[in-house]
Antibody
Framework: QVQLQESGPGLVKPSETLSLTCSVSGGSVNSGSYHWSWIRQPPGKGLEWIGYIYYSGSTNYNPSLKSRVTISVDTSKNQFSLKLSSVTAADTAVYYCARVPLYGGLDYWGQGTLVTVSS | EIVLTQSPATLSLSPGERATLSCRAS??????LAWYQQKPGQAPRLLIY???YRATGIPARFSGSASGTDFTLTISSLEPEDFAIYYC?????????FGPGTKVDIK
């Protein structure tokens, strides 16, 4: 059974960088059959796809966040990570990591982690 | 960016009733549309992908269909655990986008 688990600080100060890691078990980020994604959901609101990474390191970022986002993969640790720079209160959200088959939908999700941007 | 519009925003039904949820895309997404169920405090769960294929372990009461840019999720007979928010999502064009959701609540 594939499991994903987000980890990282729950509180980030404005203008600083949000950093989260997703640890994958029961599957490999080194698989060519999947993309590995970050999605976020502000409290009480809808879902926004931040971006995804392939095992090779190729990435795709949402244009609305592209200038501030970096997603990376560490195949040796079976993890992938998100960095979002220059955060503001508008970046307060539950951040999810998820697996995306090349053909299909987001089939496995982490439980989500709430990140609050506040001084 | 492809915009997905879901209707209605809220659907109030009783257990055992049929639920019909709609999702309209602002342009063609072929059949690259998925449906998710989200309950409070939980991550979304994949129900349907590529418009009409049930994900692993999803009960047969959930079905999806498509007609052009209009997509429908049908729950044939609502069970108590089906009361939740449902999102559609397209993977035809980047950025992949989600609809705003339809809340199915108990009448």
């Amino acid at each position: 059974q594939v499991q994903l688990q987000e980890s990282g600080p729950g509180l980030v100060k404005p203008s600083e960088t949000l950093s989260l890691t997703c640890s994958v078990s029961g599957g490999s980020v080194n698989s060519g059959s999947y993309h590995w994604s970050w999605i976020r959901q502000p409290p009480g609101k809808g879902l926004e796809w931040i971006g995804y990474i392939y095992y090779s390191g190729s990435t795709n970022y949402n244009p609305s966040l592209k200038s501030r986002v970096t997603i990376s993969v560490d195949t040796s640790k079976n993890q992938f990570s998100l960095k979002l720079s220059s955060v503001t209160a508008a970046d307060t959200a539950v951040y999810y990591c998820a697996r995306v088959p090349l053909y299909g939908g987001l089939d496995y999700w982490g439980q989500g982690t709430l990140v609050t941007v506040s001084s | 960016e492809i915009v997905l519009t879901q209707s209605p925003a809220t659907l109030s039904l009783s257990p055992g009733e049929r639920a019909t949820l709609s999702c309209r895309a602002s342009q063609s997404v072929s059949n690259y549309l998925a449906w998710y169920q989200q309950k409070p405090g939980q991550a979304p769960r994949l129900l349907i992908y590529d418009a009409s294929y049930r994900a692993t372990g999803i009960p047969a009461r959930f079905s999806g269909s498509a007609s052009g840019t209009d997509f429908t999720l049908t729950i044939s007979s609502l069970e108590p655990e089906d009361f939740a928010i449902y999102y559609c999502q397209q993977r035809s064009n980047w950025p992949f986008t989600f609809g705003p959701g339809t809340k199915v609540d108990i009448k």
